[in-house]
Structures are given as C-alpha cells and as structure tokens.
T-cell receptor
C-alpha cells in the first residue's frame, strides 16, 4: 500500500512561472508534513514544514495543507533554473510510527531559461 | 559549523565483505536515522536511534547493523548478508523523534559492489 503519492514528472515550467508540486497521502492521522529539495547526486535539503491546514509562505515558496482531502502541495513562485531538482514530500506517521518520516518518490522539476 | 558528516563519500564493497559507513553530528540532536535511496525511489528507513545505546529496526533492516555508543555517532555496517547493497545511503538527525521535528541529512555515501 502506497502511503505518499507524488507525480514523478518531469514537470517542466518556464523561468518566472509558478511551479505547482502535489502530494497525497493515505494516513488520515498524519500531523507533520515536510518538503525536501534534492539536487541530482546530492542529499535532501529541507525547504518547508507545515502542520496546520491552510497556507504557509516562506519567500518564493508556499506550502498548502488540506487534511480533509489528504493533500499537501508546494508552490514555487518566480521559478528559477536553480530550482530544477527533485522535490520530495514527507510526512510523519501517527501513533507507533511517529518516529519515522515516510517519503514519496519525488517529482522532478525542470525550469527552462 | 554545525552539521552532519558522513564518510566516506564513495565506498566499494567486495563479495563477502562487511563495510562500515560513518555518521557524525554536532547538532546535539537526540535522534539519528539511516536511510537507503535507490534510483527513482523514495527513501527507505533502515535503522533509527532515539537515545544512546538504543536503536530500532526500520523497514529494511535485514543485512545491516548499527551501534549508538555516543550521542554524536551512529555508524552503519552493511554486512555480507545484504545481497543488493548498491545504493545511496543517507544519515539524518533530528532534535526529537516525533512531533514537528524535521530531519536533516548528511551528504550521503554511495556504496557500490566491486
């Protein structure tokens, strides 16, 4: 059973556009959600965390969480070629699984100059 | 600078050989984790540790072993029982094991079979 689903992409957007990355999850009790950016050959880097329904903004990044729909998204405004990377959605499990992060397989984003 | 240091960056294993991957952190984090990443795949948890001298199996612990003798260190041994060890290994740490604490990653070790 897949717990975190992401479109593998590639998602291609022109420079300056808004990139929208989506993630759905199956565990209704999940409380904490994270977005990581992973450049090719590198380790994941934390971009955003979100815990409550609604939007959270940090610079060009906005995370959106809808627990009723079991959906979390990441918007990147004014996309730059340096944003080209794989974006991993992760969530922290509930109850006995709250120690672990469960990761999606990631969405590859390409920003074209 | 505070961070997580993994070494070596690249490692090659011969048949029947055990190899140990190093992970050291100076963030004063309580919890440490080992993940494996295969091409096009998400991260899979191998082992985790919440405190010194205690660790738990993750989802794919077979063929691996760990120790946590110091808060700063959480080495991973890939044993000869792990028949498909070629992967990107990532060590992570967090202030606590649950709640809102994010995990932060080291730079990783790439392991290949000779």
């Amino acid at each position: 059973q897949k717990e975190v689903e992401q479109n593998s992409g590639p998602l291609s957007v022109p420079e300056g556009a808004i990139a929208s990355l989506n993630c759905t999850y199956s565990d209704r009790v999940s409380q904490s959600f994270f977005w990581y950016r992973q450049y090719s050959g590198k380790s994941p880097e934390l971009i955003m965390s979100i815990y409550s329904n609604g939007d959270k903004e940090d610079g060009r990044f906005t995370a959106q969480l809808n627990k009723a729909s079991q959906y979390v998204s990441l918007l990147i405004r004014d996309s730059q070629p340096s944003d080209s990377a794989t974006y991993l959605c992760a969530l922290r499990g509930s109850g006995g699984s709250n120690y672990k992060l469960t990761f999606g397989k990631g969405t590859l984003l390409t920003v074209n100059p | 600078d505070g961070g997580i240091t993994q070494s070596p960056k690249y490692l090659f294993r011969k048949e029947g050989q055990n190899v140990t991957l190093s992970c050291e952190q100076n963030l004063n984090h309580d919890a440490m984790y080992w993940y494996r990443q295969d091409p096009g795949q998400g991260l899979r948890l191998i082992y985790y540790s919440q405190i010194v001298n205690d660790f738990q199996k993750g989802d794919i612990a077979e063929g691996y072993s760990v120790s946590r003798e110091k808060k700063e260190s959480f080495p991973l041994t890939v044993t000869s029982a792990q028949k498909n060890p070629t992967a990107f290994y990532l060590c992570a740490s967090s202030m606590g094991q649950g709640g809102s604490q994010p995990q932060h990653f080291g730079d990783g070790t790439r392991l290949s079979i000779l």
